[in-house]
RNA sequence: GCGGCUGUGGCGGAAUUGGCAGACGCGCAGGAUUUAGGUUCCUGUGGCAUAACCGUGUGGGUUCAAAUCCCACCAGCCGCACCA
């Protein structure tokens, strides 16, 4: 057959296409799969190879669930909401409408041309306002129920995107969109209240199949820690300043306080400070240092001492000074900490710094040479000495402390409340109106959705505000409780809003009533795989959980957790073997691969590079390799023969098994290589017969679906190679007579014998001790042992 | 510091329930076809002083047998991080 591809790929594209053999219908007798990739961004400058080898690993595994008798939602939609749109909006000055349809047109081509069997009826798209409106209304009930608040906090604000950011954006000091250093700014904003789903999506962990890696990193994100509050208070001034410890046994051990910067406390006791403009000084340079340089100075421990301000131990009543320093941090905790420089090292830091007593109260140490942080006994800790074993320790100082009235157990996350906000146009507007007497209002559901206004200029303003509200027609209305003048909420959704829940909108993308029946969400859910990236773990992956968790608890959906399975692909690194960059000019464009080599090619090379995922570079030559072999496949299918080939019934079995069972695993490297393989033994076999190539092009299908939908037509196949059942591998043919296995002498391989898989140990000792080389090693020796292991090895332990 | 992971030919990578290390592919070498280049096909390809011996980051150990299991290291990757 001559492989054309230029022509059949388009050919079966269209075929496929009008005869919609890959929409799932939501009535069926076969038990359902629901596959789901990451809906893309749909940026102008196109798909990227990256993409291929996301979308791929679940394109394989649902083609074979159709084969395999399954009914196969696998969608796909545009989450398109986001800075860059707006950012040429504004350069281009066009309209994010209008670039957003252009560049979710141009990628709906794109993956078209790749052959994937996504079901086109269930498109969707985040910025479609019959979208987004189901999006603001999950925003409304969190809302009502109190999830959604303003505060005027300490935010991660980007001086070059002028937007707040949430924790998860602006990970490791940098804004995720643009790699800015962030600053602290104060500023009232939404939040999302995620830290009250904290142990469901802890909980919810333990019912789900996420590969290790994942669960940790989200369990560390969360990372919920136990240990105890603690009251202490400040002498002469009747207050008491709250802490949070984890280790509550040390309590006889603290020295000294230390207070974040901003600690509200510091400004109400102003006057009693009597070295307030040092203090003040301390936490101007503070508010100055990003992010970046208050982590990079950890060795160096700076701070201010309240001077004329002292708290007491409550549990011996010393008297302790109290300090200010930026290595306490606001955002966890109280803000707080009682400071046991013996058994902390950023406390034994800071007091060697400061001057300050460092008193073991656990032994093991050397308190002259650093903080102790393992276990011992207990030592100066009053009713705590001599007791060596920490839980016990922390267990008696909880129940103390809770007889006194001084303080609790407690847990702390280290996840904080979402940051759900942007002060940009191209976001879902959201749905709140603010009433002088009312105070913050639900825009009625009934006026969902609440449309983004025409602006003239999408810019934002200088000091962080929403283009939004320049808009007096957009911010001024009335009040839906008391009809009275009210102004608009002019912030937009994060660009994470609409992906939080998008994968419920497929189930029934057009439903006017609903975010989806509940009847068709009953059929779908939960989602049977999603493949992803690493990069989403702790965002994406943490934020439509706990959507989900929100949704399931008022009742819109039928599952607790979402995803019943998640895996993540790997990345393709330039041929360099470094990250693909425009800079580094080692960007593939994939579309290049489909004109030079087809769409087949393609598909079956980024699969066939390495482990899915694993990295790994690209590599031109290699994707020559994968063209060879389809170029070898498509020449076979010219010389078949009617009869079987009975030497290669074996070997096609085995194949399927190792294909079918592979492709469980993701493993496609091992399933095409075993292909490949076949394929050697098909060229080396005096003939092929025309079903155990069928077989074989069933088995490649998933992969190479242009090329062997063609061959499948070529050999008189009716209708789609698609559509057609999987090949059944059956057990006793897998297994082959005769088998080659080890001969070894004192464990090493000396030669190789020739044996029935079922031959008993007398027969093989006997055929391997016959063989030459065998026997010129045993001459003369006893044998002290032989080990058979039928169909494996045979080994003689000689003297 | 905490958590997850990885070290195998010239390269990507197989083999991880202990059982012929290097499947499959790339590259390379030789040959065939071709006016030539490319394509395609055939043969070979871990090292080496080649019947032996040595080889899966290093050093020990268990075993008839170790890439695989155990102990101690070394190197590298990813995520989080002054988290109290």
């Known amino acids: 057959m001559k492989y054309n591809f230029k022509e059949i790929e388009p050919k079966w594209q269209t075929r496929w296409e009008k ?27 196109g798909m990227h190879v990256g993409h291929i080898k996301a979308y791929s690993g679940l394109e394989i595994i649902s083609r074979a669930r159709r084969m395999q008798g399954y009914n196969v939602l696998f969608p796909i939609g545009f989450d398109a909401f986001g800075l860059p749109a707006e950012n040429y909006a504004i350069k281009t000055n066009q309209h994010p409408r209008v670039t957003t349809d252009h560049n979710i047109h141009h990628f709906s081509e794109q993956l078209k041309s790749v052959g994937f069997s996504f079901d086109w009826d269930r498109v969707i798209d985040t910025t479609d306002e019959d979208y987004y409106k189901w999006t603001q209304w999950i925003f409304l009930k ?87 509050f603690v009251n202490f208070t400040i002498d ?5 300043l709250r802490i949070y410890t984890t280790r509550p046994d040390t309590l006889f051990g603290v ?80 803000g ?48 705590l000495d001599g007791l060596t074993n920490k839980k016990d320790s922390i267990e008696r100082m909880l129940g103390f402390l809770e007889e006194k009235g001084i303080g609790e157990a407690g847990v702390q996350y280290k996840m904080k409340d979402w940051a759900f906000n942007r002060q940009r146009y191209w976001g879902e507007p959201i749905p709140i109106i603010h009433c002088p007497h009312c105070g913050m209002v639900g825009v009625p559901y009934e006026e969902l959705p609440l449309r983004l206004p025409e602006v003239e200029n999408f810019k934002p303003g200088e000091d962080g505000e929403s283009p939004l509200a320049k808009i007096d027609s957009f911010v001024n209305c009335t009040c839906p409780k008391c009809g009275g003048p009210a102004k608009r909420e002019t912030d937009t959704m994060p660009q994470w809003a609409g992906s939080s829940w998008y994968f419920l909108r497929y189930i029934d993308p057009k439903n006017d009533e ?44 039928n599952t607790f957790e979402p995803y019943a399975k998640r895996t993540t692909q790997g990345l393709i690194l330039g041929s360099d073997g470094t990250k693909m960059s425009k800079s580094r000019g080692n960007v593939v464009d994939p579309m290049d691969v ?30 020559r390799g994968c063209k060879r072999f389809l170029d070898r496949v498509a020449r076979l299918a010219d010389n078949l023969s009617e009869e079987t080939e009975p030497t290669l019934e074996a070997k096609l079995h085995k194949t399927i098994k190792k ?89 090493k391989p000396r030669d190789v014998l020739m044996i029935a898989v079922d031959a008993d140990e007398a027969a093989a000792s006997e055929a391997g001790l016959a063989l030459p080389k065998i026997a010129k090693m045993t001459e003369g020796k006893r044998i002290v042992k032989t080990i058979y292991r039928p169909g494996k090895i045979l080994n003689f332990v000689v003297k």
Request: net charge negative; proline share 4%.
């Open 336 to 383: 707080a900490i009682m400071a046991v420089p013996g058994h902390d090292q950023r406390d034994y830091d800071f007091a060697k710094a400061f001057n300050i007593d460092i008193i073991e109260v656990i032994k093991g140490g050397d308190m002259a040479v650093e903080a102790y942080t393992g276990d011992g006994e207990m030592v100066n800790s009053g009713f």
């Open 514 to 557: 609903a975010l989806a029946d509940m009847d068709k969400l009953k059929y779908w859910m939960p989602v049977d795989w999603y493949n992803g990236g690493m990069e989403h773990v702790t965002r994406h992956m943490i934020y439509s959980r706990f959507w989900h968790h929100f949704l399931y608890d008022i009742g819109a959906v």
């Open 659 to 747: 294909v079918t069972s592979d492709l469980e695993e993701m493993k496609f490297n091992t399933a095409i290589a075993a292909m490949m393989a076949l394929m050697n033994d098909f060229e080396a076999a005096p003939k092929v017969g025309k079903a155990q190539f069928i077989d074989f092009i069933k088995l490649l299908c998933p992969f190479a679906p242009h090329l062997t939908e063609e061959i499948w037509e070529m050999l008189g196949g009716e209708g789609f190679l698609s559509t057609s059942s999987w090949p059944v591998y059956d057990e006793k043919k897998t297994i082959e007579n005769t088998v080659e296995i080890s001969v070894q002498v004192n464990g």
């Open 255 to 334: 020295t000294f306080m230390v207070m974040a910067p901003e600690h509200p406390l510091i400004d109400k006791y102003a006057d009693k400070i009597g070295n307030f403009e040092a203090v003040k000084a301390y936490r101007e340079e503070c508010a100055k240092k990003s992010e970046f340089e208050r982590v990079n100075l950890v060795k160096d421990k700076t701070g201010v001492r309240l001077e004329g301000l002292a708290a007491v131990n409550p549990v011996n009543g010393k008297k302790i000074p109290i300090f200010i320093a930026d290595y306490v941090m606001m955002g966890y905790g109280t």
């Open 19 to 45: 005869a919609k053999i890959f929409n799932a219908p939501d009535v069926s007798d076969k038990p359902k799969f629901y596959g789901l990739v990451e809906f893309p961004y749909p940026s102008g400058a």
């Open 236 to 240: 002469g001034a009747g207050e008491t």
């Open 142 to 228: 969190l809302f009502e129920k109190g999830l959604a608040y303003r505060d005027k906090t300490f935010v991660n604000y980007c001086p070059s995107c002028k937007v707040v950011l949430s924790n998860e954006d602006s990970q490791g000091g940098k804004c995720d969109l643009c790699g800015s250093d962030v600053v602290l700014k104060e500023k009232e904003v939404w939040y999302l209240r995620i830290t009250e789903y904290a142990d469901k999506l802890l909980e919810g962990l333990e019912q789900v199949d996420f590969p290790e890696n994942v669960r940790a990193q989200e369990e560390n994100w969360i990372g919920k820690s136990k240990g105890a």
């Open 594 to 623: 489909v004109n030079a080599y087809g769409a087949d090619t393609l598909r079956t090379y980024v699969l066939f590079m390495g482990d899915y995922g694993a990295s790994s570079p690209w590599s031109e030559t290699s994707v």
